[in-house]
């Protein structure tokens, strides 16, 4: 495997140097596994990282053409070269699932918490045809676990970690503890995360606390020349604040199950079967965490549920070099979302009820070659059912919701449809260059929110841009051309990998205004949307875009310990139906970061230089956003060899700066205005201990 350097300090990042001279601080590697395979995904361990913040996507936000979208403490969503939300194929431990909120303030990352993630594997551009159904890349958090050993007896093993951040004094314990020979394995793992509001320069923002809870255990067997495991974790978010967002989290409760077997059934065939399941029970309000409304009859507690099951098998057929990969998978999902008043037991209304979802799908993959020239190409075939159920309404309920709650009820509300996905990806090892080009039809389906919210609300699948939607029960799937080409160039003191990209969406389904009077209240719809704070609201629709870019990372070696290493990202997003850019899109961003690299510690300073953001979305009343440049420290130390120490400076001067991904502030009472775009962090201090060992 290669391995490539990956210098950083916090959620403020750069990447990286070659492996001819990052031999010196393996405490800094990233494995770049796709150098041996296809050239296309990436390796992150996150152990070897210097994170200041809990939120495993800011982790991903470090690789090149990725970014934060920064929806509160624990509800980070991933942004991959303009598209975000379920656009990204997001998985735990290979596992796909549902988000219990309606407003997606649980993304699949918030289901990873720093202490207990091993690595993160993020395929750079095109997510390949076996891992599932996704419009843009994928993204899959590898969670700690016991391996197997070769000694005939049971051996202990740890890894545990804990840390302290100041800028919202939270700090975090967790780890893995196991027990495992050559053919068994046991692990326990937890972990323990709590924080206060967050501080930046001119004050705190409210409502961006954070409690999280997780515990779980596994078990691993080797059956014959392969392995099978069982894993179990329950995670317990407790209350946590969401200031983008009209309600913050009052828990997420939530199991997960999995079974695992893979193995070698002879020479040239190797067999992966995989069953899961995820329960998730969610509660959310606007008057707990928060100042709340004036008027009880406005208190407002949501109470959500999801469940998840899934199972997938693969055969290879052939070498790991040259094979065809055959596969089938399954996906079904049942939600419910119930709003209610809890001083008035009469006042309460399903906005989702009793949806149940499918999706059975197929795939053919293979790997192969011609001269110099390397190859995967890939289709797959999947199938899709939605339906919703008809929606439940309290004796308090207003005549408004009721006359749609009627009307939805009145509709079909099942939907079926079928999806091609096919991919082609292509490289060549021609020495110091590697040159590469992948080509993709993708698609996706609207989610439930976007087809069966019958009832005008912020619910925005984690939008997050204060206005109103309502779903549409006509929507076509989204429809991507996709097309990357690149390189990848290293010597012994330099290398670099960019790449240039382009997706032409058509069906891309966004909000658009609700009729074409924006403003005139003279529907149902808008009446209740108008009682809701907006007279204008939005309505999923399809329309066509098309999204554009390149992104980089090099590093050098520049003499003996120093290294410079960086990332720098663009990426334009608009429509194509009208004169418009799409909403919440990263600026144009640099990252550089100098070290100085000794074989026990090092040491370094870097600067990350964001753009003004002027292309803005004006459909979604996006506010545009200055540039800013930002500094930081970090360091580590191998105090022994179990034993290691990493130390941060975040935001070193305090600057007064906003992102343009975070969200508005929704919190009255706040140091932050309402409807102001949130600040983000002010100067931090960061410190974190990790022992492994036994």
Not at 98 to 123: C, F, Q, T, W
Not at 428 to 447: C, E, H, L
Not at 596 to 603: G, P, R, V, Y
Not at 643 to 653: G, I, P, T
Request: glycine share 10%; aromatic share 8%; no cysteine.
């Amino acid at each position: 495997m290669k391995k490539i350097l990956f210098t950083a300090f916090t959620a403020n990042v750069a990447l990286v140097a070659s492996p001819a001279f990052a031999e010196g601080d393996p405490l800094t590697d990233i494995i770049v596994i796709g150098q041996r395979d296809t050239a296309t995904t990436d390796e992150i361990e996150s152990d070897k990282e210097i994170v200041s913040t809990p939120d495993a996507a800011a982790l991903v936000a470090r690789a090149p053409g990725a970014a934060l979208i920064d929806n509160g403490g624990l509800s980070g969503q991933v942004q991959y070269r303009g598209l975000f939300g379920d656009r990204i194929l997001v998985r735990i431990d290979g596992q796909r699932f549902s988000s219990g909120g309606p407003n997606l303030m649980d993304p699949p990352l918030h289901y990873a918490p720093m202490a207990l993630v091993d690595r993160i594997e993020v395929d750079r551009g095109i997510s390949p045809v076996r891992k599932g159904p996704g419009l843009g890349g994928g993204v899959n958090a590898v969670l700690k676990q016991a391996q197997f050993s070769d000694s005939a007896t049971m051996q202990p093993n740890a890894d545990l970690t804990a840390g302290y951040r100041s800028g919202d004094n939270s700090y975090l314990l967790g780890g893995l503890v196991g027990l495992a020979s050559e053919r068994v394995k046991l692990g326990v793992i937890a972990s323990y995360e709590k924080g206060d509001d967050l501080q930046f320069p001119d004050g705190t923002i409210a409502s961006s606390s954070f409690e999280r809870l997780n515990f779980g255990a596994h078990a691993g067997l080797k059956v014959g020349n392969g392995s099978l495991t069982l894993s179990y974790r329950r995670q317990e978010t407790d209350p946590t604040g969401n200031p983008p967002f009209p309600m913050d989290i009052q828990y997420f409760n939530t199991d997960f199950l999995n079974l695992v077997y893979e193995g070698q059934l002879n020479d040239n065939l190797y067999l992966e079967v995989e069953a899961g399941h995820v329960a998730i029970r969610h509660l959310m309000d606007n008057y707990s965490l928060r100042q709340g409304p004036a008027s009880p009859m406005d208190q407002r507690a949501t109470f959500a549920d999801a469940d998840t099951s899934t199972a997938a098998t693969a055969l290879r057929m052939g070498t790991p070099d040259r094979h065809v990969r055959l596969g089938a998978d399954v996906e079904t999902f049942d939600k419910d979302v119930r709003i209610t008043n809890p001083t008035n037991a009469a006042f309460f209304l399903t906005s989702l009820n009793n949806i149940s979802g499918s999706r059975v799908g197929a795939f053919v993959e293979s790997r192969l070659g011609a001269g110099p020239v390397e190859a995967e190409i890939g289709a797959r075939f999947d199938h899709h059912q939605l339906e919703a159920g008809s929606p439940l309404l309290g004796s308090a309920v207003p005549m408004g919701p009721r006359i749609l709650a009627n009307s939805f009820a009145a509709s079909d509300r099942t939907w079926s449809d079928e999806t091609i996905d096919v991919t082609a990806r292509f490289w060549s090892d021609m020495g110091n260059i590697k040159p590469r080009a992948s080509f993709a039809y993708k698609t996706r389906v609207a989610n439930a929110i976007e087809r069966f919210s019958w009832l005008p609300t912020g619910a925005s699948g984690g939008l997050a841009d204060g206005n109103i939607y309502v779903g549409n029960l006509n929507l076509g799937n989204e429809k991507a051309w996709i097309a990357e080409a690149g390189f990848d160039y290293q010597d012994r003191r330099f290398y670099a990998r960019p790449t240039l990209f382009y997706r032409r969406i058509d069906d891309f389904i966004q909000g658009v205004p609700f009729d074409g009077t924006p403003g005139v209240i003279d529907s149902p719809v808008e009446m209740v949307a108008n009682m809701n704070g907006d007279p204008t609201p939005l309505r999923f629709a399809n329309v066509d875009a098309e999204i554009y870019g390149v992104d980089v990372d090099f590093g050098w070696h520049i003499s003996g310990p120093l290294h410079l290493d960086g990332t720098a990202s663009y990426v334009r997003a608009k429509r194509r139906d009208i004169d418009d850019d799409l909403y919440r899109i990263t600026p144009p961003n640099v990252r550089a970061a100098l070290s100085w690299q000794e074989k026990s510690w090092h040491l370094g300073a870097e600067l990350r230089a964001f753009a003004d953001q002027n292309k803005v979305s004006a459909t979604n009343s996006e506010q545009p956003s200055d540039g800013y440049i930002l500094a930081g420290l970090f360091g580590h130390v191998a105090l022994t060899p179990t034993l290691s120490l990493d130390a941060s400076v975040e935001n070193l001067f305090d600057k007064k700066y906003t992102d343009h991904l975070a969200g508005y502030n929704r919190v009255s009472g706040s140091d932050v205005a309402v409807g102001a775009r949130l600040p983000g962090a002010g100067r931090s201090a960061f410190v974190r201990l990790r022992w492994t060992g036994m």
